[in-house]
């Protein structure tokens, strides 16, 4: 549900011709005139396709043979027993790319269990090590496991392998499972591990886990949160000169975990005597590593994000803006989110088939039009 289509949203952003095959079970009558309310499907059209039926399989076939590369989110093995697995698809195009985007991957002991984001980054590492001193694991929303895990990779293994297919001419397998990629993206924990600056099992005592005072967010007097990240020796010292603990010799002693836990209770009461505003006004466009704790609809609204237009509105819906940006070539959300069959005909169309064969699969309910 979320990181196949958010592979999709980010290859379609990058100017990708995608399509979006849906249920033809989800066409459930006229298209309504408002875009659909998911923003992961944007800039994409859609077509709905009965995959139990044989005609909505080799109408399938048919758009995989003129694309490069096809995605799926399905559980291990449903492909297969739909007729339209890798083997069958790659007999057809030579060339193609097989998009799989799994939590467990294609093999392994969990690998036909159901799960969702908690339990990929439970059983990749990660999950772990989120959390403050003393609490349990906190969940970082689904960010790590669907999204950077899981969604990233995808796209990433994706152009990978187109890159590599117009070298060798032919396609490939590309197995993403959301318990790998966050795996991966917890690199430089295990180097920091293999260094001695991490432990593991210390939730909430380390440098970038909560435990240092000078990597934190601090309430201030008005409820709200501003955020710290003041790692360097120079950074640090604006820190200090900034909130005028410049002289005091406590918090000269910036990299002993011994005084961290003291050190943060006195910045604790120290943010607590003004605004989020009011350090803003002190510690914003300084080194000190600073930046307000803000809400999605705060951020869109944030004069920093304005001037980049890292939100645009899209049908009349505030959204990210597609990233990263190139210097010659412009990101262009291309259309709302569609509904599912919307664009049916108009697919095929495009896809070359006939109109006689295209009304013949309509009639059929192989494929739907939402009309």
């Given amino acids: 549900m979320g ?7 980010l290859l379609a952003d990058l100017g990708a011709e995608v399509i979006r095959v849906e249920r033809a079970g989800a066409v459930r009558g006229p298209a309504p005139q408002q875009p659909h309310g998911d923003i992961l499907l944007r800039g994409r059209r859609n077509i709905a396709i009965d995959l139990k039926n044989p005609d909505g399989v080799a109408t399938l076939l048919d758009l995989v043979a003129g694309a490069d590369a096809l995605i799926e989110g399905f559980r291990p093995g449903v492909m297969e027993r ?82 590599e297919a117009k070298t060798s001419g ?25 260094m001695g600056v991490f432990d593991e099992n210390a939730r909430g005592t380390n440098l970038l886990d909560t435990g240092a005072h000078f990597y934190d967010v601090y309430r201030c007097s008005d409820d709200e949160y501003i955020s710290l990240g003041s790692i360097e020796p ?6 200090l000169r900034l909130t005028g603990l410049s002289d005091d010799e406590q918090f000269a002693k910036q990299m002993d975990p011994t005084e961290w836990g003291p050190l943060k209770e006195r910045l604790t009461e120290l943010f607590a005597t003004k605004s989020r505003d009011e350090w803003c006004a002190i510690m914003e466009h300084t ?3 600073f930046a307000p704790v803000l809400t999605m609809s705060e951020a869109a609204e944030h004069p920093h994000n304005v001037e980049r237009e890292t939100f645009i509105e899209v049908g009349g819906v505030t959204q990210p ?51």
């Avoid at 990181?3 to 949203?9: D, I, N, S, V, Y």
């Avoid at 032919?170 to 293999?194: H, I, N, P, Y």
């Avoid at 120079?234 to 820190?239: G, I, M, V």
Wanted: net charge negative; with cysteine; hydrophobic share 45%.
């Fill in 82 to 163: 739909l007729g339209i697995g890798p083997d069958v698809c790659l007999e057809r195009n030579p060339k193609l790319v097989f998009g799989r985007m799994t939590g467990w991957g294609q093999t392994g002991p969990y690998s036909q269990a159901a799960g969702h984001d908690i339990n990929y980054i439970s059983l990749a590492g990660a999950l772990a090590h989120f959390g403050r001193k003393g609490e349990g694991p906190t969940p970082p929303l689904n960010m790590v496991g669907d999204f950077g895990g899981g969604g990233m990779f995808l796209a990433l293994g994706v152009v990978a392998a187109l890159l």
């Fill in 321 to 371: 803006a597609p990233a990263p940006r190139f210097s010659r070539t412009e990101n262009e959300v291309v259309s709302a989110p569609a509904w599912p069959g919307e664009h049916s005909r108009a697919v095929l169309e495009a896809w070359g088939l006939d109109a006689a064969r295209i009304d013949g699969l309509i009639e059929s309910g192989a494929v739907r039009q939402a009309d």
């Fill in 287 to 289: 080194d000190v590593c």
């Fill in 170 to 194: 032919v396609g490939q397998v590309v197995d993403t499972a959301m318990v790998d990629g966050s795996a991966v993206l917890m690199t430089m924990f295990w180097a920091m591990k293999e």
């Fill in 234 to 239: 120079q950074f640090y010292a604006e820190l």
């Fill in 3 to 9: 990181p196949g289509p958010f592979a999709a949203m």
